[in-house]
């Protein structure tokens, strides 16, 4: 795994991390960070979710992925995972906030996620060295405000009453950050925190768009913008981008293009710049 160090105040995607209460220092990543702030959404919630917070966490997740918004998590087993391999599922960006330092994959079982976020063009993160193994109780809480922290905003798609998921939002609300939460079932011990966080005021979410007018209006009128390709190939591409895919792979699948035609359209929309690579055969429309 290759490992690399910055600073908030070095890089723009992070600057928001030298603004949070016990500002990060030192930023250890190995993969991709967008190279600008991008609308960036944290999806956290329960490790023990039920049928239904599984289903509503990726649909969720996926769909924001593919409107183009970053989704950031813990690699936590449950909601956190879901998440993750949502965004991964669709060819979106994600990022995956360590308790341990790296390459220390924690917990151990999502050494493969991990790797599937690194090949989607996402990364891993963390404040800690290389050489702090342990995920000590406290590095979860301290993880937790960089999870808030990244993110213009934090998604709770299910959370029981006790739920540690809770700590993530009391700091997201010290960061100033807007709360959108799933409701759940009043009968179910599993959505007493969710439905505890919408009786204080949390934004009730029934649908993506929810989330992406109060935080990220532009993407929403990006959508609505037509962009067209001077020839038939060009547009087939632009248009599985603006449905929210980036893998270049995965576009070359859906459009039904030749190796050849595809790459080829790719650096003609390059040099026009309608899109932009992000690494990793990512990309994205400017």
Known sequence: MNINSTSPDKHKFLQVLAKIDKPVRTVYYSG???DTRMPTIAVIGTRKPTAYGKDITYKLASELA???MVIVSGLALGVDGIAHAAACDVGG???????SGLPHIYPSSHRGLAERILKSGGALISEYEETATN???SNFLERNRIVSGLADAILITEAASRSGTLNTAAYAL???KEIFVVPGNITSP???GCNALIKQGAHIVTDVNDIIEHIALQLLQQQAQLN???NPAESAIIAELQAGLRDGDEI???TGLSSTEFNASLTMLEVQGTIRALGANQWTLL
Do not use: D, E
């Open 32 to 34: 991709n960070l967008p």
């Open 66 to 68: 593919r409107k183009g």
């Open 93 to 99: 960006i994600t990022l995956a906030v360590l308790p």
């Open 135 to 137: 995920a000590y109780q």
């Open 174 to 176: 010290a960061q100033g």
């Open 190 to 192: 599993m959505s007493a």
């Open 228 to 230: 067209l390709g001077s």
């Open 252 to 254: 070359q699948r859906k």
